[in-house]
């Protein structure tokens, strides 16, 4: 079954335009009712859609940060009780996980893009690709009605058995959590099957893009490993509400085991977060260098690398847990694995640039600071992976700083990219190259200045998630939250910048970077079924720079 | 240069033995990890401007990297991790494995405080005596939820987790006052549970056994009794017998060292014991906790499973008790072998 008939067939989803057919134009345009939009199976407007929710829940959970980072100006107490303050941090990482991270660049990007660099008309399943848009909707509602109905103050790890005994409303927001999980499921197997059945002919494996074998690699994460939290999750639920006995050790149960399954799936996902923003990176860092990537099958290679042995990593998180110390020996071993994938990565970016064109835009500042938080970030994680090292490290702000750098860091700085860097793909319009500049730096530079002086409290032994502290910490507290205060700065001249862009900006050329990526190969913004006439076929390897361009892409409609 | 290099890295004073070793690491990791990220961040920076964009229709060459090129970047950051692998490993093996001459002290956490108690001595609440340069062994555990005792100044951290015994052990270098703080979140006034280890030097220390033998801290401590770790006012392994006898130990294990239902208590502590699977491990305070709360994770061999189990029905300072007094059982070539020596105090009148 072709995925365009799958479209045509399903009456009132995608208008049959036949006045317009001969004009093709853009998805934008293409049917401009409120039902055409949230009810579209066009995998380019679930991908604005997705856009449109993930850049609401950034925004929550910033604000959450931002509570979180206020209240800790003071040693005492600042501006909310202690209650609010462990429902705040736990909102913050939750929103920010399970509704940013995770989603944001394969919902968002990897919707947009994945077919059109593989020459699809769609995905495999549209259908599916909606059903995991409103999954994560009504998980978000249902969580977030959680949040706002009693809040919960566990943490976004939800350690029994403190998450089976809290009064608070534990619930809701795991059971928010568990759909979003289905979601996450959805899209991983819709990109899986994308990628095997979809390819344009001349696509081999490859000739995919480097995004593409980036997002399948997290797609072959997210669907092994999410069921193991979707289960975890309801067992909490049920322990916490019947009072099973799973976890809890007065009803025979072990609290360790919580963390055993729940590591089990959050290791790998922090390889969901950052896998996408690795294959972004490729992408980024190609088209500003104009250049082929140095090592290509390295790169691709190194993607299934981290997917395969980030499952093998989880116990790293419990070497003070009392497990037994061969464990940690093994865990240690196999999470430094994970490392020189990252190294073969970097170290294949910066020989991307070797001998290449620089053109230092918008996407390519945010590639800088990406591969200095990979670096710094990536080489802490090994850090603690060196176990006698993680013993004093464990649970304090050292590690916030180091998932903050790696997780949080690299997949903003790829967003962030990403956003910029299809920003006139995705919809036909320039943003202002200077203020892109400037936000960039002043994220970057607040990004640092929120989270090395974490480091440095990790060091001096500030344990994570205190509402009160020594007064010691002081100093380092105020400089982390000055940062913040830089770093929601940037971002707020982001918006603006790009909103206006949006509204008054001018039209885009069809490849105004002059990039050779597949996704360029077709109008900017794309139609309907992305490419006017026959489907494409391609005969080179991807990002391949030798040569004069070919401008035979049609300019946007 | 260690004073240097801690003030820079805002690292805490340094009071154990164990300290030193995490620190040395600590620098070569850093040190490490600070020199890779200025070397491809300068070598990333010099490639854009020694390859900046000339023109608009620049084209580039088809670079790709040679078999040795790729060979030196897996290579090189794996050497580089192997080493720390190594050398952190064998420091956390140092930091996992108690001497056999340390002192015991059993430490409890609880929303949201630090109970210790010693062995056949008083106890307290948030603060920890112990002497310097002796090895002093804790043996942890939690009341509620899963806390995590953290001494900065000492790098140790073991989790406190209920139903079962964690242990690890430092030897304090100078006598002083050093924080403790909880770094698992246990709930509400988590940054709440600090608590301190007064080291004592050798003259401090006999001062301050001696007090405690008159019993006048134990008089102060007994106002918290329902709190305390250990039953007032008995020492604990006496508690431990008579906790033994009222749930019903005695039905199935002999203190004589003849098997009944069940191995005998005399002896067990610190065996080698062979399992139903035929494997082997040595009986220690973790093996003993879990066999009364999960009986029949590790059978020892020749015995059925029919032990009920006690998970629930024991508190923390039943168990610990048990525990205390399975090991004052013992036969004379095991006494010689691992000994765990607590301060001896004596019975309090």
């Known amino acids: ?557 | 240069m260690n004073e240097l290099l801690n003030n820079i890295l805002f690292l805490p004073e340094r009071a154990s033995t164990f300290a030193e070793r995490v620190d040395h690491l600590h620098y070569f990791v850093v040190g490490v990890t600070m020199l890779m990220s200025f070397a491809v961040g300068t070598t990333a920076i010099f490639f854009f401007f020694r390859y900046r964009r000339r023109s608009d229709t620049q084209t580039t060459e088809y670079v790709v990297p040679s078999v040795k090129t790729e060979f030196l970047f897996v290579s090189l950051p794996l050497l580089f991790f192997l080493t720390w692998f190594v050398i952190g490993f064998r420091d956390f093996v140092f930091v996992s494995t108690p001497p056999k001459d340390s002192m015991d002290v059993y430490v409890m956490g609880k929303q949201w405080m630090w109970k210790f108690s010693y062995p056949e001595g008083p106890n307290g609440v948030n603060v920890l005596h112990v002497p310097a340069n002796r090895p002093v062994r804790l043996l942890l555990t939690s009341r509620d939820v899963i806390h995590s005792f953290f001494v900065p100044s000492f790098r140790i951290k073991m989790d406190a987790v209920p139903g079962r015994y964690t242990q690890t052990w430092f030897e304090a270098t100078k006598p002083g006052t050093y924080q403790i703080l909880c770094t698992e979140y246990c709930g509400l006034s988590h940054s709440k549970m600090l608590g301190e280890v007064v080291v004592l030097s050798p003259e401090e220390w006999d001062a301050w056994v001696k007090e405690q033998r008159k019993g006048s801290l134990q008089n102060r401590q007994d106002a918290l009794a329902d709190l305390s770790l250990v039953p007032q006012p008995a020492r604990m392994a006496e508690q431990g017998q008579k906790v033994a006898a009222e749930v019903g130990c005695f039905k199935c294990h002999t203190v004589n060292g003849e098997p009944h239902i069940g191995p005998t208590f005399l002896g067990m502590y610190g065996k080698q014991e062979t399992l139903q699977d035929g494997l082997s491990l040595r009986v220690d305070e973790a093996y003993i906790t879990q066999s009364m709360m999960d009986p029949g994770a590790h059978l020892a061999a020749g015995f059925p499973n029919v032990m009920p189990t006690f998970q629930g029905k024991l508190t923390g300072p039943q168990t610990a008790a048990i525990v205390e007094y399975i090991k004052t059982l013992r036969t004379p070539d095991i006494r010689t072998g691992a000994s765990s020596q607590g301060p001896v105090y004596e019975p309090i009148q």
């Not at chain 1, 705040?88 to 939750?94: D, E, I």
């Not at chain 1, 025979?252 to 390889?271: E, I, N, R, T």
């Not at chain 1, 690795?278 to 190194?302: D, H, L, Q």
Request: include cysteine; aromatic fraction near 16%; charge should be neutral.
């Open chain 1, 1 to 557: 079954m072709s995925p365009s008939s799958s479209i045509a067939a399903e009456p009132g989803a995608v208008p049959a335009p036949d006045e317009h057919h001969e004009h093709h134009p853009s998805y934008l345009v293409d049917g401009t009712t409120v039902k055409s939009w949230l009810l579209t199976l066009d995998h380019k407007r679930i991908g604005v859609m997705y856009l449109i929710w993930v850049l609401l829940f950034f925004l929550i959970g910033g604000i959450y940060a931002l509570i979180v980072r206020l209240e800790l100006l003071t040693p005492g107490p600042t501006i909310i009780d202690a209650m609010t303050y462990n429902r705040a941090f736990t909102m913050h990482g939750v929103v920010m996980i399970f509704l940013f991270m995770i989603p944001a660049i394969p919902g968002a990007f990897g919707n947009f893009m994945l077919p059109l660099m593989l020459g699809a008309k769609d995905v495999a399943f549209p259908k599916l690709n909606l059903a995991s848009l409103y999954l994560l909707l009504s998980g978000a509602v249902i969580a977030i009605w959680g949040m706002i109905n009693g809040g919960m103050d566990t943490g976004w790890t939800f350690y029994t058995p403190y998450s089976t005994h809290t009064t608070t409303t534990v619930a809701p927001i795991l059971f928010g959590a568990f759909i979003i999980g289905f979601s996450s499921i959805a899209t991983g197997l819709n990109f899986i099957v994308t990628t095997h059945t979809m390819r344009a002919p001349g696509i081999t494996w490859f000739k995919m893009p480097l995004f593409v074998w980036a997002m399948y690699a997290t797609a072959c994460i997210q669907v092994l490993a999410t069921p193991v939290l979707g289960l975890v999750l309801l067992l909490v639920v049920g322990e916490n509400i019947f009072h099973f006995g799973i976890f809890d050790p007065a009803r025979g149960g072990d609290p360790v085991l919580f963390q055993h399954l729940f590591w089990f799936y959050s290791h790998p996902a922090v390889y969901i977060m950052v896998l996408p923003s690795f294959g972004v990176m490729s992408e980024v860092v190609a088209t500003y260098s104009r250049k082929n990537i140095f090592g290509y099958r390295a790169v691709a290679f190194s993607s299934l690398g981290i997917a395969f042995v980030g499952f093998f990593a989880w116990g790293h998180h419990m070497f003070v847990s009392g497990q037994s110390t061969f464990n940690a020996g093994v865990f240690a071993v196999l999470t430094m694995l994970v490392g020189v994938f990252t190294a073969i990565k970097v170290f294949n970016w910066v020989g991307t640039v070797y001998k290449g064109a620089v053109d230092f835009k918008t996407p390519f500042a945010y590639f800088c600071g990406f591969l200095y938080f990979t670096v710094f970030g990536g080489m802490t994680g090994v850090a603690f992976a060196t176990a006698s090292l993680d013993v004093p490290w464990h649970d304090t702000y050292f590690v916030v700083a180091h998932f903050h750098f790696i997780m949080v860091g690299a997949t903003i700085m790829a967003f962030m990219a990403a956003l910029h860097y299809w920003f006139p793909k995705m919809f036909g319009k320039t943003y202002h190259e200077g203020w892109g500049l400037v936000s960039a730096a002043l994220i970057i530079l607040g990004f640092n200045a929120t989270f090395i002086p974490q480091f440095l409290l990790g060091n001096a032994g500030m344990p994570r998630r205190y509402y009160e502290y020594p007064e010691r910490f002081q100093t380092l507290n105020v400089a982390s939250t000055a940062g913040a205060s830089l770093l929601a700065f940037g971002f707020i001249i982001s918006a603006i910048y790009l909103v206006y862009a949006l509204v008054y900006g001018q039209r885009a050329s069809a490849n105004p970077w002059h990039s050779r990526g597949y996704e360029w190969l077709t109008a900017s913004p794309p139609p309907t079924h992305n490419f006017v006439g026959p489907q494409p076929t391609y005969t080179e390897e991807p990002h391949l720079y030798v040569g004069p361009e070919k401008s035979e892409v049609p300019d946007a409609v």
